[in-house]
C-alpha cells in the first residue's frame, strides 16, 4: 500500500554533501513515523535516522552532527541531508516507515534503496 521512491544517492568525495529524498504515495505519510536505514558491503543493515510522527529524531552515534533527517509533510517527502561524508559511510541507504507514530519494532514498509559512494 505505501510506495517509497529514492533519489538522490551519488558519488562524493570524503568531506563533501548529499541530500537522500524519499517520496511516499498517500497520506500515510503524515501519520507514520519514518526514517533512513543502510547496509554497507559485508555489513548487516542499520538503523541511521528516524523521525516521529511529531518530530523527534534519533540518529545512529556514527552520524551525529554530519546527518539531518526531515520531512515535509505537504510534499509527502522524507529528507536526509549528508555532510561531511566519510568513506565509512559508504552503503545503500533504504527508506522506511512505521505503521505508528514513532519508531518502534521493524518498519512496515521499505523503498528500493540508493547507492552512496564517498572516494577518498
Known amino acids: 500500500q505505501v510506495q517509497l521512491v529514492e533519489s538522490g544517492g551519488g558519488l562524493v568525495q570524503a568531506g563533501g554533501s548529499l541530500r537522500l529524498s524519499c517520496a511516499a504515495s498517500?497520506?500515510?505519510?503524515?501519520?507514520?513515523?519514518m526514517g533512513w536505514y543502510r547496509q554497507a558491503p559485508g555489513k548487516e543493515r542499520e538503523l541511521v535516522a528516524a523521525?516521529?510522527?511529531?518530530?523527534?529524531?534519533t540518529y545512529a552515534d556514527s552520524v551525529k552532527g554530519r546527518f539531518t533527517i526531515s520531512r515535509d509533510n505537504t510534499k509527502n517527502t522524507l529528507y536526509l541531508q549528508m555532510n561531511s561524508l566519510k568513506p565509512e559511510d559508504t552503503a545503500i541507504y533504504y527508506c522506511?516507515?512505521?505503521?505508528?507514530?514513532?519508531?518502534?519494532?521493524?518498519?512496515?514498509?521499505w523503498g528500493q534503496g540508493t547507492q552512496v559512494t564517498v572516494s577518498s
Open positions: 522506511a516507515t512505521w505503521r505508528g507514530s514513532y519508531w518502534s519494532g521493524s518498519p512496515q514498509s
Open positions: 523521525i516521529s510522527r511529531g518530530g523527534s529524531t
Open positions: 498517500g497520506s500515510i505519510f503524515r501519520f507514520n513515523a
